[in-house]
T-cell receptor, first 113, second 110 residues
Framework: DQQVKQNSPSLSVQEGRISILNCDYT??????FLWYKKYPAEGPTFLIS?????DKNEDGRFTVFLNKSAKHLSLHIVPSQPGDSAVYFC????????????FGTGTRLQVFP | DSGVTQTPKHLITATGQRVTLRCSPR?????VYWYQQSLDQGLQFLIQ???????AKGNILERFSAQQFPDLHSELNLSSLELGDSALYFC?????????FGPGTRLTVL
């Protein structure tokens, strides 16, 4: 049972444009959501997070939107840069503190010049 | 650098063997989590330890076990290895609101 889903395995975007990565979840007990970025041969690196009490969180070029009623979140990267090319994982947790993360299967983003 | 270290980086072994993966969390972090990533899939939660005690368990096979020692480092033991156990194994430690991941151990079972 895949509780966190990333239905687009890959996305290709031109440099300078917006990248939008999507994530859906099924478990209404999830209270906290995170996005991680992963390069080959490295561990995932935290990007940005959002609590279920918010609908938007912004950090520089990265913005995460949460639609609780639709159980959907998205990560916007503006403007996209070639260095953003990586695999992006959406993850969900029942708690802000010390709880396991449930990951989606990832979206591979390629930003081309 | 996340501050989480994992050894070894690569491990190649044969079916039926037993291996031990080691993880040292960030200084001061009491929780250690183990995750498995197979074939470009998402990370699957295996097990969590908090200050030496098991806190939560995911879909961890009975052939797998883990422990956390008094100095807070953790070991994941995988026994009677099968071809399907080939994967990346990550450990993470946590601060409120975030988990920090190590570089992973790539296990190849031949």
């Amino acid at each position: 049972d895949q509780q966190v889903k990333q239905n687009s395995p890959s996305l290709s975007v031109q440099e300078g444009r917006i990248s939008i990565l999507n994530c859906d979840y099924t478990n209404s007990m999830f209270d906290y959501f995170l996005w991680y970025k992963k390069y080959p041969a490295e561990g995932p690196t935290f990007l940005i997070s959002i609590s279920s009490i918010k609908d938007k969180n912004e950090d520089g070029r990265f913005t995460v939107f949460l639609n609780k009623s639709a159980k959907h979140l998205s990560l916007h990267i503006v403007p996209s840069q070639p260095g953003d090319s990586a695999v992006y994982f959406c993850a969900a947790s029942r708690s802000y503190n010390t709880d396991k993360l449930i990951f989606g299967t990832g979206t591979r983003l390629q930003v081309f010049p | 650098d996340s501050g989480v270290t994992q050894t070894p980086k690569h491990l190649i072994t044969a079916t039926g063997q037993r291996v031990t993966l080691r993880c040292s969390p960030r200084s001061g972090d009491l929780s250690v989590y183990w995750y498995q990533q197979s074939l470009d899939q998402g990370l699957q939660f295996l097990i969590q330890y908090y200050n030496g005690e098991e806190r939560a368990k995911g879909n961890i096979l009975e052939r797998f076990s883990a422990q956390q020692f008094p100095d807070l480092h953790s070991e994941l033991n995988l026994s009677s290895l099968e071809l399907g156990d080939s994967a990346l194994y990550f450990c993470a430690s946590s601060a409120p609101g975030e988990q920090f991941f190590g570089p992973g151990t790539r296990l190849t079972v031949l």
